[in-house]
């Protein structure tokens, strides 16, 4: 297996513009996470998803943004609009339901927001 | 909610000397403890873990120690190498079920040579 797969790896756009980041999970993996991580405030978990349902948003900063998992292979996150202080790490990771929970990561997207 | 807390968030030792890093957590039904090390640019990747019915677990250079009473667990570096250097973050589930994993804020360690 190829692992988590994320794109696009680099993003920079304007303030006010749409961006989509997407993610691919390991196959046969129930659980998808969405992550920021930023040097003020470390690794956050934004949502996650459990066989394709949104469980927890409680994460998502604001309506600004919102995400997706249409099948069990595929996750959007979506950032409308884009604002500066958006501007950090962000990681997807999948987990396999039975077990402990090793959550394995993506190579992450780094989002500039100018 | 879980609250996790990790200390201390940078530590600097000496090629060939030990390092030491020790979280707390807050609920009590947390089962399992994993850490993370996360090197420059890249993702973070599991590097041990630990189950709750057992008291310490070692790999190689590493290990970790859980005390489920005092609600700590502990992750030692034996024989630093300077490809140890890395954000190091420790993590819990609390009783959150769906694999849901609270993270500490982290520790920057630096191996000087």
């Known amino acids: 297996d190829a692992g988590v797969i994320q794109s696009p790896r680099h993003e920079v756009t304007e303030m006010g513009q749409e961006v989509t980041l997407r993610c691919k999970p390991i196959?046969?993996?129930?659980?998808l996470f969405w992550y920021r991580q930023t040097m003020m405030r470390g690794l956050e978990l934004l949502i996650y998803?459990?066989?394709?349902?949104?469980?927890?948003d409680s994460g998502m900063p604001e309506d600004r943004f919102s995400a997706k998992m249409p099948n069990a292979s595929f996750s959007t996150l979506k950032i409308q609009p884009s604002e500066p202080r958006d501007s950090a790490v962000y990681f997807c990771?999948?987990?396999?339901?039975?077990?402990?929970?090793?959550?394995?990561f993506g190579p992450g997207t780094r989002l500039t927001v100018l | 909610g879980e609250n996790v807390e990790q200390h201390p968030s940078t530590l600097s030792v000496q090629e060939g000397d030990s390092a030491v890093i020790k979280c707390t957590y807050s609920?009590?039904?947390?089962?399992?403890f994993p850490w993370y090390k996360q090197e420059l640019g890249k993702r973070p990747q599991l590097i041990i873990d630990?189950?709750?019915?057992?008291g310490e677990k070692k790999d190689q250079r590493i290990a970790v120690t859980l005390n489920k009473t005092a609600k700590h667990f502990s992750l030692h570096i034996t024989e630093t190498q300077p490809e140890d250097s890395a954000v190091y973050f420790c993590?819990?589930?609390?009783?959150?079920?769906?694999?849901?994993?609270?993270f500490g804020g982290g520790t920057r360690v630096l191996v000087k040579p």
């Open positions: 990771a999948s987990s396999f339901q039975r077990g402990f929970g090793e959550q394995f």
């Open positions: 196959s046969g993996h129930d659980y």
């Open positions: 993590a819990a589930p609390g009783e959150a079920a769906g694999n849901k994993l609270t």
């Open positions: 630990i189950r709750s019915n057992v």
């Open positions: 609920d009590s039904a947390s089962n399992y």
């Open positions: 998803f459990n066989n394709n349902v949104p469980i927890d």
